[in-house]
């Protein structure tokens, strides 16, 4: 399974996408559940019989790709323990407009007290994993699509399991966890060598360090300083191509910058192994899903 130099070691290479474990992803549930719920559902208590008991069903209004059912039961769950939710399609999976996606079933109340929540985080998250599966569609097998940092506060580690869910490949997933070097890290150290050679210095020979690079001749100065792997950073096609050529093979090469579903083909047409794209999680659009009570 392709996997990048800097893919987390906490977050799994690309799917199927296993279950987030209960012990990341129940925190950060709860505290989003503690933001819109507060002490109480005013409405709910207001308007529903708390004896009345039903079913759920959280549907598709369009074409997606599926990231997120776990999450959302997930929701309901720590919304009241009373509510079986039944997941109706996997995370990763095609599914076609008025596709069931998961069913609930138990006390109407803490249902509509959970159904916002789960549907915000449902939408957003198959919506990044549709993003992300078109953009590996385009990719055509050429390179492989990763993530960056460029998500929503509070959600990475939801948003990168979308990308995942959609055939993509993690990035690094914070600071702590790999060493890219960027442009203004070159310019505080003096040059991209003294930058990857302290890099590698400092954090030694178990992490990977990546290094921008903006111009050909400093591909060489990169590679002979020890670098891992390079980011071709805002190059155009005949540029990338030329770049790759002068990697020969030394290193794996990402290539970055406003990569787009109509650029993403011309780019991992260049060879480079990697194309990261900030688009797949700080601008997909949600996908439209419904919840009904049967």
């Not at 997606?64 to 309901?76: D, L, N, P, Q, Y």
């Not at 095609?94 to 959970?114: E, K, W, Y």
């Not at 998250?125 to 506060?153: H, M, Q, S």
């Given at each position: ?7 987390s070691?906490?977050?799994p ?5 296993p ?6 992803l129940d925190?950060?549930?709860r ?5 819109d ?7 709910t ?7 009345a008991?039903g079913?759920?069903v959280?549907?598709?209004?369009e074409a ?10 997930r929701?309901?769950?720590l ?7 039944a997941p ?8 076609g407009?008025?596709?069931p996606?998961?069913r609930i079933?138990?006390?109407v ?26 953009f ?5 097998g ?9 998500t ?18 993690s ?5 702590f966890?790999?060493?890219l070097?960027?442009d ?14 302290r ?16 111009r050909?001749e400093?591909i ?6 020890g670098?891992?792997?390079l980011l071709?950073?805002?190059?155009p ?6 770049a790759?050529k ?7 090469t ?6 787009t ?11 480079v ?9 700080h601008s997909p ?10």
């Amino acid at each position: 399974m392709v996997r990048h130099p800097l893919g987390s070691r906490l977050v799994p290479a690309p799917g199927p996408s296993p279950p987030l474990a209960p012990d990341r992803l129940d925190p950060l549930l709860r505290r989003l559940l503690e933001e819109d719920v507060g002490t109480i559902d005013l409405t709910t208590a207001a308007c529903i019989d708390a004896t009345a008991t039903g079913t759920a069903v959280v549907a598709t209004r369009e074409a997606a790709t599926c990231a997120g059912v776990t999450v959302a039961a997930r929701c309901f769950e720590l919304v009241d323990p009373r509510l079986r939710p039944a997941p109706l399609a996997a995370d990763g999976a095609a599914v076609g407009a008025g596709t069931p996606l998961l069913r609930i079933t138990g006390p109407v109340a803490p249902i509509l007290t959970g159904e916002r929540l789960a549907l915000n985080l449902f939408q957003r998250l198959c919506g990044i994993a549709t993003l992300t599966a078109r953009f590996v569609a385009a990719a055509n097998g050429g390179a492989a699509i990763c993530d960056t940092r460029k998500t929503t506060p509070g959600l990475r580690l939801l948003e990168k399991y979308a990308v995942r869910c959609g055939g993509g490949v993690s990035h690094r997933f914070g600071l702590f966890d790999g060493i890219l070097i960027k442009d203004n890290h070159i310019k505080a150290c003096g040059s991209v060598a003294e930058a990857v050679v302290r890099a590698r210095q400092h954090a030694g020979a178990e992490v990977a360090v990546e290094v921008e690079v903006e111009r050909l001749e400093e591909i060489d100065e990169a590679i002979e300083a020890g670098a891992d792997a390079l980011l071709l950073d805002n190059m155009p096609p005949a540029t990338l191509r030329r770049a790759v050529k002068e990697v020969g093979g030394r290193c794996p090469t990402e290539a970055s910058g406003g990569v787009t579903l109509e650029t993403v083909a011309t780019v991992a047409a260049t060879g480079v192994d990697f194309i990261s794209v900030g688009a797949l999680t700080h601008s997909p659009r949600a996908i439209d899903l419904t919840l009904e009570l049967e």
